[in-house]
Protein backbone atom coordinates (compact mmCIF):
# COMPACT_ATOMS: atom_id res chain seq x y z
CA UNK A 1 0.00 0.00 0.00
CA UNK A 2 0.76 3.70 -0.83
CA UNK A 3 -0.37 6.97 0.83
CA UNK A 4 0.12 10.01 0.56
CA UNK A 5 -1.04 13.30 1.32
CA UNK A 6 -2.40 15.86 -1.19
CA UNK A 7 -2.94 19.59 -0.17
CA UNK A 8 -4.92 20.84 -3.39
CA UNK A 9 -6.63 19.20 -6.31
CA UNK A 10 -3.45 20.13 -8.38
CA UNK A 11 -1.68 17.67 -6.23
CA UNK A 12 -4.22 15.12 -6.20
CA UNK A 13 -4.11 15.27 -10.05
CA UNK A 14 -0.67 14.78 -10.55
CA UNK A 15 -0.38 11.83 -8.44
CA UNK A 16 -3.36 10.44 -11.11
CA UNK A 17 -0.94 11.65 -13.37
CA UNK A 18 1.78 9.24 -11.99
CA UNK A 19 -0.65 6.72 -11.49
CA UNK A 20 -2.24 6.83 -15.48
CA UNK A 21 1.81 6.12 -16.72
CA UNK A 22 2.16 3.07 -14.49
CA UNK A 23 -1.24 1.55 -15.50
CA UNK A 24 -0.72 2.14 -19.30
CA UNK A 25 2.40 0.38 -18.87
CA UNK A 26 0.40 -2.39 -17.80
CA UNK A 27 0.68 -5.26 -20.54
CA UNK A 28 -1.23 -8.35 -20.18
CA UNK A 29 0.63 -11.37 -21.04
CA UNK A 30 -1.57 -14.01 -20.09
CA UNK A 31 -4.16 -14.99 -22.26
CA UNK A 32 -6.67 -15.74 -19.51
CA UNK A 33 -5.66 -12.34 -17.95
CA UNK A 34 -6.30 -10.08 -21.49
CA UNK A 35 -9.30 -7.87 -19.90
CA UNK A 36 -9.18 -4.15 -19.22
CA UNK A 37 -6.76 -2.58 -16.37
CA UNK A 38 -9.52 -1.20 -13.60
CA UNK A 39 -8.79 1.02 -10.99
CA UNK A 40 -11.85 1.61 -8.37
CA UNK A 41 -11.68 4.93 -6.80
CA UNK A 42 -13.36 4.71 -2.94
CA UNK A 43 -14.38 8.06 -1.01
CA UNK A 44 -16.88 9.99 0.23
CA UNK A 45 -18.71 12.78 -1.93
CA UNK A 46 -16.35 15.26 -2.35
CA UNK A 47 -13.75 13.21 -1.40
CA UNK A 48 -10.98 13.88 -4.99
CA UNK A 49 -12.75 11.08 -6.79
CA UNK A 50 -13.69 13.28 -10.26
CA UNK A 51 -10.74 15.83 -9.47
CA UNK A 52 -8.24 12.20 -9.57
CA UNK A 53 -9.93 11.03 -12.96
CA UNK A 54 -9.49 14.59 -14.52
CA UNK A 55 -5.27 14.27 -14.08
CA UNK A 56 -5.12 10.90 -14.75
CA UNK A 57 -7.37 11.49 -18.48
CA UNK A 58 -5.17 14.16 -18.99
CA UNK A 59 -2.11 12.50 -18.80
CA UNK A 60 -3.43 9.96 -21.29
CA UNK A 61 -4.05 12.80 -23.60
CA UNK A 62 -7.65 13.33 -23.24
CA UNK A 63 -8.46 16.54 -24.12
CA UNK A 64 -11.95 17.01 -23.48
CA UNK A 65 -12.63 18.50 -19.82
CA UNK A 66 -13.93 15.16 -17.72
CA UNK A 67 -17.19 15.81 -15.58
CA UNK A 68 -18.49 12.83 -13.59
CA UNK A 69 -20.44 11.26 -15.55
CA UNK A 70 -23.11 10.69 -13.07
CA UNK A 71 -25.94 11.02 -15.42
CA UNK A 72 -24.54 9.00 -18.20
CA UNK A 73 -23.31 6.18 -15.83
CA UNK A 74 -20.58 5.51 -18.15
CA UNK A 75 -18.07 7.63 -20.92
CA UNK A 76 -15.24 6.48 -23.10
CA UNK A 77 -12.59 8.85 -24.02
CA UNK A 78 -11.07 7.89 -26.84
CA UNK A 79 -7.02 7.85 -26.40
CA UNK A 80 -5.38 9.17 -29.45
CA UNK A 81 -1.85 7.81 -29.02
CA UNK A 82 -0.61 11.74 -30.37
CA UNK A 83 -1.46 13.46 -27.41
CA UNK A 84 -0.40 11.49 -24.81
CA UNK A 85 1.76 12.31 -22.33
CA UNK A 86 2.20 8.54 -21.70
CA UNK A 87 4.12 6.89 -24.63
CA UNK A 88 4.19 3.07 -25.14
CA UNK A 89 0.19 2.96 -24.15
CA UNK A 90 -1.47 0.19 -26.41
CA UNK A 91 -4.87 1.64 -24.24
CA UNK A 92 -7.37 2.57 -27.11
CA UNK A 93 -10.42 3.94 -24.54
CA UNK A 94 -10.51 5.43 -21.11
CA UNK A 95 -13.54 4.34 -19.57
CA UNK A 96 -14.88 6.55 -16.72
CA UNK A 97 -18.13 4.99 -14.94
CA UNK A 98 -19.45 6.89 -11.90
CA UNK A 99 -21.57 3.93 -10.17
CA UNK A 100 -23.06 6.56 -7.19
CA UNK A 101 -26.59 6.26 -8.43
CA UNK A 102 -26.57 2.66 -9.08
CA UNK A 103 -28.56 0.63 -7.24
CA UNK A 104 -26.69 -2.57 -7.33
CA UNK A 105 -24.37 -5.28 -9.49
CA UNK A 106 -27.32 -5.84 -12.35
CA UNK A 107 -27.70 -1.80 -12.96
CA UNK A 108 -23.58 -1.89 -13.71
CA UNK A 109 -24.09 -5.11 -15.71
CA UNK A 110 -26.77 -3.56 -17.62
CA UNK A 111 -24.54 -0.22 -18.68
CA UNK A 112 -21.97 -3.19 -20.79
CA UNK A 113 -19.75 -3.29 -17.90
CA UNK A 114 -18.91 -6.67 -18.79
CA UNK A 115 -17.82 -5.98 -22.46
CA UNK A 116 -16.06 -3.01 -21.17
CA UNK A 117 -14.12 -5.25 -18.38
CA UNK A 118 -13.39 -7.52 -21.32
CA UNK A 119 -11.60 -5.41 -24.20
CA UNK A 120 -7.63 -5.39 -23.19
CA UNK A 121 -7.42 -2.04 -24.77
CA UNK A 122 -9.76 -0.13 -22.48
CA UNK A 123 -8.49 1.51 -19.03
CA UNK A 124 -11.65 1.89 -16.38
CA UNK A 125 -11.80 4.04 -13.91
CA UNK A 126 -14.82 3.11 -11.60
CA UNK A 127 -16.15 5.85 -8.80
CA UNK A 128 -17.70 4.53 -5.95
CA UNK A 129 -15.94 1.12 -7.08
CA UNK A 130 -16.60 -0.52 -3.14
CA UNK A 131 -19.95 -0.94 -3.83
CA UNK A 132 -19.26 -3.53 -6.89
CA UNK A 133 -16.41 -5.84 -5.19
CA UNK A 134 -18.05 -9.10 -6.91
CA UNK A 135 -18.25 -7.69 -10.27
CA UNK A 136 -14.12 -6.76 -10.46
CA UNK A 137 -11.12 -8.39 -11.20
CA UNK A 138 -8.71 -9.37 -8.64
CA UNK A 139 -6.38 -7.44 -9.97
CA UNK A 140 -7.64 -3.97 -9.90
CA UNK A 141 -5.68 -1.44 -8.17
CA UNK A 142 -7.35 0.82 -5.66
CA UNK A 143 -7.63 4.36 -4.55
CA UNK A 144 -8.96 4.98 -1.58
CA UNK A 145 -10.37 9.33 -0.72
CA UNK A 146 -9.99 10.21 3.01
CA UNK A 147 -11.37 14.00 3.52
CA UNK A 148 -8.88 15.62 5.93
CA UNK A 149 -10.34 19.14 5.32
CA UNK A 150 -10.95 21.81 2.55
CA UNK A 151 -8.34 20.85 0.17
CA UNK A 152 -6.33 18.37 1.96
CA UNK A 153 -7.32 14.32 0.97
CA UNK A 154 -4.98 11.29 2.13
CA UNK A 155 -4.92 8.76 -0.90
CA UNK A 156 -4.30 5.49 -0.73
CA UNK A 157 -3.14 3.42 -3.43
CA UNK A 158 -3.72 -0.82 -2.43
CA UNK A 159 -4.19 -3.71 -4.61
CA UNK A 160 -6.88 -4.92 -2.13
CA UNK A 161 -10.13 -4.08 -1.88
CA UNK A 162 -10.84 -1.70 0.92
Known sequence: MFE????NSQKTQELAERLAQEAASIKRNDQKDKKAVVVGLVGDLGAGK?????????????????????????????LE????????????????IDGYRLKDHKDLLATGFEEILNNEESIVLIEW??????LLPQNTIWVVFDWLGEEKRKVSIQNTAP
Request: one cysteine or more; charged letters at 25%; proline letters at 4%.
Open 4 to 7: IITN
Open 50 to 78: TTFVQGFARALGVAEKVLSPTFLIAKCFP
Open 129 to 134: ADRFKK
Open 81 to 96: SKNQKVKKNHFKCLYH
